[in-house]
């Protein structure tokens, strides 16, 4: 079975422009979940999206959203760049049902605002 | 106060010893939890799930879950050097799919 797949695999923007992230999720797998990863702060949650539906939202400003398509992919935009918005962009697939809380992730997003 | 707290390490041992990681957490309602494998600039890879208080055994590794002192722990027996990395604790609740992290633990396993 193929794993998470996440694009691009790097981005360099400058502040106040906006990026996308995708993210393909294991196939059979209907919940996404989106992480950031900075060295200060470790792993912070960012959505969880379970049948196109936003099931839970961390602590983050509304410059971070995120959407997904009937097929279960997952994008995240992140519009008005900071600098502190460089990070590794994670996502997490799983199955999204009941008992079933182990999460798989993604290679990541390495994103560097300048 | 975090949520979860993880050893900060970093460790270093040597090949064949056995590497002892460990978490608490403050959160009663955490359910799921999870022991992550991460080498640089990679994504978290999944090593353990358990979801009851006990021991799980997959080959080299076992993880500890301990409900009443809240306190999780992951053992490595005969270390090699492909296990150094960063190992990361998760856990989420019941009803929620968000994980929590713990800080993660750094280790070298010197050949």
């Known amino acids: 079975k193929a794993g998470v ?51 839970n939202k961390g602590n983050f400003p509304g410059r971070f959203s995120g959407r997904q398509f009937s097929n279960s992919r997952s994008e995240m935009n992140v519009s008005t760049l900071e600098l ?18 182990e999460q798989f992730f993604g290679p990541g997003t390495r994103l560097t605002v300048l | 106060q975090k949520e979860v707290e993880q050893d ?8 064949g010893a056995i590497v002892s990681l460990n978490c608490t957490y403050s ?3 955490f359910q799921y939890f999870m022991w992550y494998r991460q080498y640089s600039r990679k994504g978290p890879e999944l090593l353990m799930y358990t979801y009851s208080s006990g021991n799980k055994e997959d080959g080299r590794f076992t993880a500890q879950v301990d409900k009443s002192s809240k306190y999780i722990s992951l053992f490595i027996r005969d270390s090699q050097p492909s296990d150094s990395a960063t190992y990361l604790c998760a856990m989420s609740d019941f009803n929620d799919y968000k994980l929590s992290f713990g800080a993660g633990t750094t280790v070298t396993v010197r050949a």
């Open chain 2, 27 to 29: 959160n009663s309602a």
């Open chain 1, 5 to 55: 797949t996440q694009t691009p695999r790097y981005l360099i923007k400058t502040r106040g422009q906006q990026v996308t992230l995708s993210c393909s999720p294991i196939s059979g797998h209907r919940s996404v979940s989106w992480y950031q990863q900075t060295p200060g702060q470790g792993l912070q949650f960012l959505f969880e999206y379970f049948s196109e539906t936003q099931r």
């Open chain 2, 8 to 15: 900060p390490g970093p460790l270093s041992v040597p090949e």
């Open chain 1, 84 to 101: 502190g918005d460089s990070a590794l962009y994670l996502c997490a697939s799983s199955s999204g049902t009941s008992g079933r809380h």
